[in-house]
């Protein structure tokens, strides 16, 4: 069974420019969630998704947005890229979304923002 | 505001012998804690959990132990093995606001656990 799947694993990107980063979630998992990972705040929740809808989001601004696909494939946009949104961004997927569920996770996109 | 905290950022053990990495945690709405292990530029790995229903769950080396009246939970690997070696993840699992369902985890800032041969 295929595990989650993050592309790309790695991105170079400029100040200013926008960027989407994609995950597939392993088959049968309909909820998928996003998180930030820095040195400085450690892995952070960004938001997640359950059946195309965004059911729950942390503490970022706007320039973070994501979405889901019918087939539970999700995509997070980062605009107006900024030095600070330099991390390893990290998809994770789980069965059903409800509690005590464990979640997985893919291998990370790493955006570097110059 | 750190809900979950590992207060120890590393920690050295020896072969064969016991790890006890701990968590604590501030919530008292935390209701399912989670235990990932991770290596550099990966993703964690999921290896064991606990509800707060439970004081006690084990699987295999590992065994997690939660005492809600402290808000403490440990994670003892026993016997530690080089192969241990990487940055433990202490997880937490809240209900959302009414009650619903939701894959928020919250994670402690982590603890590097080496394993010497």
């Known amino acids: 069974k295929a595990g989650v799947t993050q592309t790309p694993r790695y991105l170079i990107k400029t100040r200013g420019q926008q960027v989407t980063l994609s995950c597939s979630p392993i088959s049968g998992h309909r909820s998928v969630s996003w998180y930030q990972q820095t040195p400085g705040q450690g892995l952070q929740f960004l938001f997640e998704?359950?059946?195309?809808?965004?059911?729950n989001k942390g503490n970022f601004p706007g320039r973070f947005s994501g979405r889901q696909f019918s087939n539970s494939r999700s995509e997070m946009n980062v605009s107006t890229l900024e030095l600070g949104d330099s991390a390893l961004y990290l998809c994770?997927?789980?069965?059903?979304?409800?509690?005590?569920?464990?979640?997985?996770f893919g291998q990370g996109t790493r955006l570097t923002v110059v | 505001d750190q809900q979950v905290k590992q207060n120890s950022p590393s920690l050295s053990v020896q072969e064969g012998r016991i790890s006890i990495l701990n968590c604590d945690y501030t919530?008292?709405?935390?209701?399912?804690f989670l235990w990932y292990k991770k290596y550099p530029a990966e993703g964690p790995t999921f290896l064991i959990s606990?509800?707060?229903?439970?004081d006690k769950n084990e699987d295999g080396r590992f065994t997690v132990f939660l005492n809600k009246s402290a808000k403490h939970l440990s994670l003892h690997i026993v016997p530690s093995q080089p192969g241990d070696s990487a940055v433990y993840f202490c997880?937490?699992?809240?209900?959302?606001?009414?009650?619903?369902?939701?894959?928020?985890?919250?994670f402690g800032t982590g603890t590097l656990l080496a394993v010497q041969p």
């Open positions: 997880a937490a699992s809240e209900r959302a606001l009414g009650g619903g369902a939701t894959n928020k985890l919250i």
């Open positions: 994770a997927s789980s069965v059903t979304g409800g509690l005590n569920t464990e979640a997985f």
């Open positions: 606990i509800s707060s229903i439970k």
């Open positions: 998704y359950f059946s195309e809808t965004q059911r």
């Open positions: 919530n008292s709405m935390f209701d399912y």
